[in-house]
């Protein structure tokens, strides 16, 4: 039973955000530039890439998000600002400076985001542009035209509304994100916003979000590459009036189960999204003695090209799962290792402490035809466990990302 | 100038050993068994897989090496004796003792090695009439025979023979390889035997064979996974007479060079052996602060799938490689690298120092039609460097891993 309703909801949804979508030129066509705005500062919680190789705008919202406030994110699609040098930081400072005039409000509180092509200029005479009209466009209503001006490659917009009540107040959550395993035409860049009129504590929000990053984004794995533009903000501008979240608030663990939910809810929709992936795989491991061993081999898993293949081909390839799961760094015990596949409500398991098992190949066959796919391996040592979402490998992978860059 | 010399040479080629190799039906056709056999007690050393899921066969061996001498290398192709249980290990156990009743020498002298299927018990009484055929078979011209027997999916045999002077005496190495980046059925294995007639000391000759096997087997990257059964022996009977090599021989660096080269030499052979690839890919980091920061780096690009479907689809994208650098952990200043493409003598320099360079799209379109392709990484910030060799990631990959297990 869940704390909370989804609903048909965006980024605009929380009270005191309005949000634009507009086209500007950066791409051929298409809506380019996205604004959202909170009508106050609002607490701000944020990630950013590991990549050593850090664009320009992740530089520069670094900084403005060190008081842990903000109040605008402007986010422009079609060129990253990655790999440009001193030119790519004027620029970033200068859509920074731009949007702050615009709105009226301290360039501190401006993050600014970009994804797209790489180690090409910014044309900012078309982003100043854009932000004009932005600017102007901005609207209660605005949510799914800022959801589709931050697209690249993606199929669809990944939108989600959430409510719950908190001191008797009704709190709403919006957010949107993009992102797909077609890279193009340089990397795959994960952008991901979310917003809320919940108020809530600072230094608790930002660890939230990490906590949270570790357990849905940090969990996906398309092709194991992390790209350069990566970054996940979140913005609380209070407006609900409940009481301040925080460690000890008696209700934060609705607040916490439903932002956990949004932040997995989209990081799947990344996954589901891809061109070229025919399947959508979820690993469980479970009975860990560790946290952190289950995610390693759960990973170990999803990255492993001969499983992501064997997948694609349908094939109930157990020696696979338990060579990726023997060559992660984690301290496991292979010879107490249950794996099993399963889809919808069928399961079958081909492998048990150290043996196959005779497991009937029809009924495996069976549960390989589905689209959604779960890998479950039990590590029988321990009460910890981890979750992870991937795809697999197929032809269509390579034919994408062997194109030439448009 | 090297000092040694390349000749057509195999596994029998040193004075004192013999091979064999014989077809005893753990395949439906084909040579599946091989023997290698000293004359006398041979040093002995060895490298094992570090995948936590270790094959029966590797565990017995490892045992019998501790003693750092063994007398004869019996292995099998067509069966992996893996995930087999205890089983597993009594009929890895019962090939030592059928080649050692046979052969006449101590149980502890011999090494057994599988590849092929996994979770399939090993068919014994087929093992049993390869070994008796095996060793009857043993002779002087037994090398080529015994590297057909080892191969599974691998479309070349892999032999090399050099020979060298040290102390007035000539040295002779010979070695075989088997491995693949066709997978099949369940997972690459890569075996690779050398035999010497050098006299060498037995922890001058397991420190050396550990430090080449970082240089070589560890920097060829096929698809990341490391499989259960891989291991690389190499045997020295002293019969060339030559002063014991260790570390105070004046002519040791003479043999370190060749070894080294033999390995390389078979490392390259089995990345360029693999059905589906169609680029063989060497990445030189150059200026590099640590070895160890040049490795990871070398190994971060190799293993980028993004990286690899570029190549394959003939495209000059730096951004993936510096992508890849930029998420390996080595300590790298991304500010200071230079990337560059070659093949031949032609080399393009796409990325300098934080920025793209305006390069000649037709001169790297023109170098990427090559099948040996070159990348080098300038890291501009010391004066250590590594390479590694890997290939692209095709179409034919896809359909190899996704296909059926036989």
Request: net charge neutral; proline share 2%; charged share 25%.
């Amino acid at each position: 039973m869940k704390n909370f309703k989804v609903f048909d909801g965006n980024i605009s949804s929380p009270i005191g955000f309005l949000a634009s979508g507009v086209h500007c030129g950066i791409k051929e066509k298409n809506k380019d530039l996205s604004i959202i705005y909170s009508e106050c500062p609002a607490v701000c919680s944020a990630v950013f890439t590991k990549n050593k190789v850090i664009a320009a705008p992740l530089v520069v919202s670094k900084k403005h998000i060190e008081d842990k406030y903000a109040q605008v994110i402007v986010v422009n699609s079609g060129n990253a600002n990655a790999c440009t040098g001193e030119q790519g930081m004027k620029d970033a400072e200068l859509m920074v400076e731009l949007t702050s005039k615009k709105l009226l409000i301290s360039k501190e509180n401006v993050i600014v985001s970009s994804t797209g092509i790489i180690g090409v200029p910014m044309p900012m005479d078309k982003v100043k542009v854009g932000i004009e009209d932005g600017v102007k466009a901005l609207s209660k209503k605005g949510g799914l035209d800022a959801a589709q001006a931050i697209l690249t490659t993606d199929k669809n917009m990944k939108n989600i509304g959430v409510a719950l009540e908190i001191d008797g107040k009704k709190i709403t959550i919006g957010a949107m994100a993009k992102g797909s395993r077609m890279i193009h035409p340089n990397m795959a860049t994960m952008l991901s916003f979310l917003t809320t009129d919940a108020k809530v504590e600072p230094t608790f929000f930002q660890n939230l979000l990490q906590e949270v990053t570790g357990l849905t984004y940090n969990m996906i794995s398309v092709d194991g590459d992390t790209s350069t533009n990566d970054m996940v903000v979140c913005m609380a501008n209070g407006l609900a009036s409940n009481k301040e979240i925080e460690y000890d608030h008696p209700q934060k663990d609705k607040f916490i189960e439903a932002f956990k939910f949004v932040h997995e809810y989209l990081a799947k929709s990344i996954v589901q999204d891809g061109e070229g992936s025919s399947k959508f795989i979820e690993v469980q491991v479970i009975k860990s003695p560790t946290e952190e061993d289950a995610k390693l081999a759960v990973k170990s898993i999803l990255n492993s090209n001969l499983v992501k293949t064997s997948l694609f081909g349908e094939q109930s390839n157990w020696g696979r799962i338990l060579c990726s799961i023997g060559y992660c760094s984690a301290d496991i015990d292979i010879n107490s290792i249950d794996i099993s596949i399963g889809a919808n409500n069928a399961i079958v398991k081909m492998f048990s402490k150290g043996k196959a098992l005779d497991y009937s190949k029809t009924e495996a066959s069976e549960i390989l035809k589905n689209k959604d796919l779960k890998i479950i391996v039990n590590l029988n040592s321990g009460d910890k466990e981890a979750v992870g979402w991937g795809c697999d490998l197929s032809y269509d992978y390579v034919k994408i990302n062997s194109a030439p860059i448009a």
